[in-house]
Every structure is written in C-alpha cells, then in structure tokens.
C-alpha cells in the first residue's frame, strides 16, 4: 500500500442559489458571472485591446466547446431524434425582395429618441417607464421626437457602390426556410405535418442591446418551422409549446425558473394568430427565452404572391390544395448558452472553504473531466498521462499537473466540469483512480480499465451524481 496523501476537501456550506441572494443586487450578480466568464475562457468582450465594440462578444476556448455542445444537442433532439423534421443550412445573404416580401423593410423598425444634451440614442419604450420624460444617461429633458429606426444592417453587393444592388444580412433565419419550403417539400419527399430545422447568424442593429450575451447586435438562432394543415394549427402550437419547456429541463435548467406567457391580443405580431414565450427568471428579471408562433399562412402567402411562384401543398389523400399554415420555434443560442451559465452559477461555503461552481449539466460541459497526477514523481504523471490520452480520445478531457489538489479542483470547478479524476500511489500498484463529482464533492475509487464505461454512464446519460 503506497502512503501518498489521498486527495480531500473541506465540505462547503450549503449552496445559495441566484434566487435566494435577495440582498445581492442584479448587476452584481451579472458583473460576477462575467468576471468568471472572462477567467476561465468562456466569453471576452470583441476587439477589447482597442476599448471594445459595444455589444459584441467573442467566445474563448471553454465558451466556443460549450456553444458547440448547445447547438448539437438542439439538432440531436429537433433533427435526428425525429423523423418529421428536415435541417437546412440558407445563406446568409438573401434577394432583397426576401426581406420586402415578409415585411422587413418597411416595418422591421424601432423608435428612437435622440438626446441634444450628450448625443446619447435609446429606444422611446425606455421613457414609459418615467414619471417625466429625460435621457437615461444625462439626465436631460431636451429629447428629440420619437422616429423609426430600421433594424437591419444594409450593405452592397457588386464591386462598386453606386451601381450595386443593395442587401441586407439577414435579421433572422426564419426566411431562408420559407422561401425554400418547396424545394425541402420536393427533395425529401414529406407529406404535411413536417418541420425545417436552421441553426444560423442573424444580424439586428439594437439600439439598447445589453445584459452581456443576452441581447447582441450579432447572434445565432435555433428555429424550426413546422408546416401543418389550416385548422391543426392550435394543436401542434400547443404541443410545441410543452416539447419546448420540456427541452430545457433536459438541457439541465430547473423548472421552476421558467414560465409560460402567453401573448394577449395587443401583443402579438403582425404575422401571429397565437404566441407563446418561454420565460427564465434572470437576474435582471422574467426574460423570453424562446418563442413558440402559430404564423398561419401569412409568410408563404406573401412570398407566393411576392414571387409569383406556386407555395401551396397538394395533399393527394383529401384531394385538396392549400398554402400550410406554420408553427414555429425560435431560440437563441447565445442566450441559451447565458441561460445555463446563469442557471448553474454558484456561490458556495464562507472563507477558505468557498468555491465558485458552475452546475452545468454534463451534456453541454465543455469539459467533462479533469485529470490530474496528485505529485509530479513516483510514476504517477505517466499513468495520468495514459488516462488522459484514453479519455480525451472520447471526450474534450482536461490535463492538469500545476499547484494543490485543492486548487485545481476549484479551477475546474468554475469551468463547469463535472468530474476530476486524481491519480495517486495507489494508481500505480492497483491500477484504480479517484473520481471526484463536482456537485455532490463525492469520492469514489474506480479502476482504470472501467472508467471510460463509468463515464459514459454519467456524462452522455447526463447522471452526475456518483
């Protein structure tokens, strides 16, 4: 028996969630998770060497895996579990008349308020909340009148500026789908109810965008439309609306953080018969986190007319033709991947036993497990490193040999990886190793030769209790 000091910890005080810091202000908790989010490589501000761009972030190395993780296990479940639903992938770069077609130019607008005193913009809704109208920067009440302020990016195309043709990147990604429904439709050979799926970047100029990752001028959505018969359409919006929140809870997110709002009649859209958000309680407050839409006909409708081409399904059983009606579903990426950090961020213990977690669920952890040498000698380095080597063949496995056990648990603790893995004395004689679980802080002893079976229990079954 070798007599190397086995790794321990202190037990931490029971966990305070977001919820229960009543006396801890919403941008302090934010400006915490930011701090953490820049620490450990998830998320840095874009061009930050040159003071930054406003609203804009780029995703560091921890950020970009865990962004990946989102995006796979939304198409896993809206994709490839299903079979009445086809992905697409549309440019990015539409015909303008796309977007004059579904509205776009002429009501995709704002209004905006500009301040004479210190130049300062800001959307009008920004004063309803004011007994007297002034500028949320400086005060003063010398306000210019409310005008409409267009929210996409305009750009050329052609080599000169004057004789190109003018293009918008695209607000959302919903129109790429629409304006390719019958090529979907023909290519795959689908009969009516069946969904397109897109994951993509969308571009809208914000006037107030903020709350870090939350509302961005540059973004990437999650949207599937689903095409059904006329008079189907409260069915499926309903179904939808249950499938959704029940994907968050698979996603890790706790329930009770999320409600279900369902838009009155003077809230809804143009285009909508019906709607539904999904809302998580951040701590800036109740915030949609997806929307579920019953868009009726009104997109193909219009793009039909637009084009003067054919969008109506021939439904060869009842002898009828019809343009579908549309169910859709709208997330963001960004602000899912904001959802889950915020939801698993922690705060835990008092004094030299605090530690900062994030409780993310191990599907969407960028790394899923941590392995370290307890010292750097007695052979345990070469065993770590054949364990690591085994692992990260499957997994993004992290290595770690640099300061106390202690302190490199706490590391990956604030990085979200739901499993360290120390290798000791022992390892080298009997072969086994110590598995840490981040949440419970648990210990059990695992041989090496069924470890990657024991992970892959826990990390793609996503049980992360030992």
């Known amino acids: 028996m070798n007599d190397s000091p086995q790794p321990t910890e202190a037990t931490a005080a029971p966990e305070a969630a977001l919820s229960d810091w009543g006396n801890v202000a919403a941008g302090e908790v ?35 895996e865990m962004k990946r993780n989102v995006r796979d296990f939304w198409w896993d479940s809206m994709v490839r579990r299903r079979d ?64 409409q302020f267009n929210l996409m990016f305009k750009t050329h195309m052609g080599p000169v500026e004057e004789e190109a043709a003018a293009v918008y990147l695209r607000p959302e990604t919903a129109q790429g789908i629409y304006v390719n429904f019958l090529n979907v439709l023909n290519a795959s ?10 994951i993509g970047k969308a571009f809208r100029n914000e006037i107030t965008p903020g709350n870090f990752i939350f509302r961005t001028r540059e973004f990437e959505q999650m949207e599937m439309q689903f095409f059904v018969e006329p008079g189907t359409d409260t069915e499926w919006l309903e179904r939808w609306r249950d499938e959704r929140r029940a994907w968050y809870a698979e996603l890790g997110i706790r329930d009770e953080k999320i409600r279900i709002e369902e838009h009155g009649p003077d809230e809804l859209a143009h285009y909508a018969a019906a709607a539904y958000d999904l809302q998580y309680e951040f701590p800036f407050g109740w915030q949609e986190l997806e929307g579920i839409h019953n868009r009726t006909d009104f997109d193909l409708s219009r793009h039909e007319e637009a084009s003067g081409k054919k969008l109506s399904y021939y439904d060869e059983e009842a002898k009828e033709r019809y343009v579908p009606y549309i169910v859709e579903t709208s997330a963001g990426v960004d602000r899912t991947l904001l959802t889950c950090l915020v939801d698993g961020f922690r705060e835990e213990g008092e004094g030299k036993g605090a530690r900062t977690v994030l409780k993310l669920s191990p ?104």
């Open 30 to 64: 934010m400006d915490r998770l930011v701090s953490l989010c820049k620490r450990r490589g998830y998320v840095f501000q874009s061009s930050e060497i040159y003071g930054g761009v406003g609203s804009t972030w780029d995703y560091g190395p921890l950020g970009v």
């Open 84 to 147: 009445d639903i086809e992905g697409l992938d549309a440019a990015i770069l539409m015909h303008s008349k796309v977007w004059e077609a579904s509205g776009h130019v002429s009501g995709f607008t704002d209004p905006l308020v500009d301040c004479r005193n210190c130049k300062h913009r800001f959307r009008a809704d920004v004063l309803e909340a004011m007994d007297e109208p002034r500028c949320p920067r400086c005060g003063s009440r010398d306000l210019s009148e409310a005008r």
């Open 189 to 198: 050979r689908r009969k009516i109810p069946f969904g397109i799926a897109q």
């Open 363 to 466: 599907r969407i952890a960028p790394i899923k497990a941590a392995v370290f040498p307890l010292v750097k000698r007695d052979g345990m380095p070469e065993v770590a490193g054949q364990v690591h080597r085994g692992l990260r063949a499957r997994w993004n496995v992290f290595y770690d040999d640099g300061g106390s056990i202690g302190r490199r648990y706490r590391r990956q603790d604030e990085a979200g990886t739901p499993f360290c893995i120390t290798i000791d004395g022992e390892s080298v004689e009997d072969r086994s190793v110590t598995v840490r679980d981040r949440d419970s802080m648990e210990q059990v002893r695992i041989g090496i030769d069924r470890l990657e079976e024991w992970l892959a229990e826990r990390l793609e079954g996503s049980q992360t209790q030992l």
